[in-house]
């Protein structure tokens, strides 16, 4: 079961890239990171009004649209196996947290957002 109280972000660090990335600052670095989210507990993020879904699998952390693109439940209610797939709680879909890419049906995929850390935070990037 995922985790259900959202984190809100509230600080906002903006670093432009390119024409259409924004790169967000969600945690100090790594370590706070790492304290927040449990490993392979799916964790909601809300930041800029995009809800989106937060996993550490397997040392690494994958950040994928929330919503189930099935019926739109959302998928940090979900689980994730142990390769690195989440599953709908509703009707059980799963998909590629890496990709998004929709693993056994024919949904669409889901949207990914790239993750970066570096000495000045953790950031995500919309
Ligand atoms: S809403 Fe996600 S599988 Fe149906």
Redo the contacts with the bound molecule.
């Keep these: 079961m995922g985790n259900l109280n959202p984190i809100k972000v509230e600080i906002i660090n903006r670093d432009t890239n390119g024409i259409r990335m924004e790169w967000i600052k969600i945690f100090t670095g790594e370590e706070e990171a790492k304290k927040r989210i449990v490993p392979d507990v799916p964790q909601r993020l809300i930041v800029h009004g995009k809800h989106i879904c937060l996993v550490l699998h397997a040392g690494q952390f994958l950040a994928v649209q929330d919503a189930?693109t099935?019926?739109?439940?959302s998928l940090s209610k979900g689980r994730v196996n142990y390769v690195g797939e989440i599953i709908?709680p509703?009707?059980?879909?799963r998909f590629d947290l890496k990709t998004g890419r929709a693993c056994d049906s024919s949904s669409a995929d889901l949207m990914t957002y790239p993750i970066k850390v570096n000495a000045e935070g953790f950031f995500i990037g919309i």
């Design positions: 189930c099935h019926n739109s439940e709908c509703w009707h059980n879909y």
